[in-house]
Every structure is written in structure tokens, then in C-alpha cells.
């Protein structure tokens, strides 16, 4: 895979790699590993509060929710 950043992006990344002491390479794998888990965690609170909002209706309805 190749990955093809702006001037500024790149500039970025190299400053923020050689600030944390790692390579390039790494800190794009963090930046994209950190990304696939906020996305994963987003859907599953976005379930979670379906089945709960899904569960407590009622009660919802009840205060105006």
C-alpha cells in the first residue's frame, strides 16, 4: 500500500514521529489503529444506546424524552 500525503501532512507526521522517538511508519500504523478503534467504539455506544433507549421507552416517553 502506498499512502500519499500532502507536504504538510508528511511534515506533521515526521515531526510528530521524531517527537514520540518513532519512525514514519509507525506513527501512521498508530494513527490508523487509533481510527479503526474510535470508528469500532462509535458503533457499538450507537448500539448499546439503541437497545437501551429500545428497553426503556416507557419510561422515556414517560419524562419527555
Known amino acids: ?8 501532512e508528511q511534515d ?5 514521529a521524531r517527537h514520540e ?3 514514519m511508519q ?5 494513527a490508523v489503529r487509533e481510527y479503526v ?4 467504539h462509535r458503533a457499538r455506544v450507537a448500539t448499546a444506546s ?3 433507549r429500545t428497553a426503556h ?4 416517553d414517560r419524562l419527555g424524552q
Request: overall charge neutral; glycine content about 4%.
Open 26 to 30: 509507525e506513527a501512521a500504523r498508530r
Open 50 to 52: 439503541t437497545r437501551v
Open 21 to 23: 522517538g518513532i519512525s
Open 37 to 40: 478503534d474510535r470508528s469500532q
Open 57 to 60: 421507552a416507557e419510561a422515556l
Open 1 to 8: 500500500m502506498t499512502l500519499r500525503l500532502t507536504d504538510e
Open 12 to 16: 506533521a507526521l515526521r515531526e510528530q
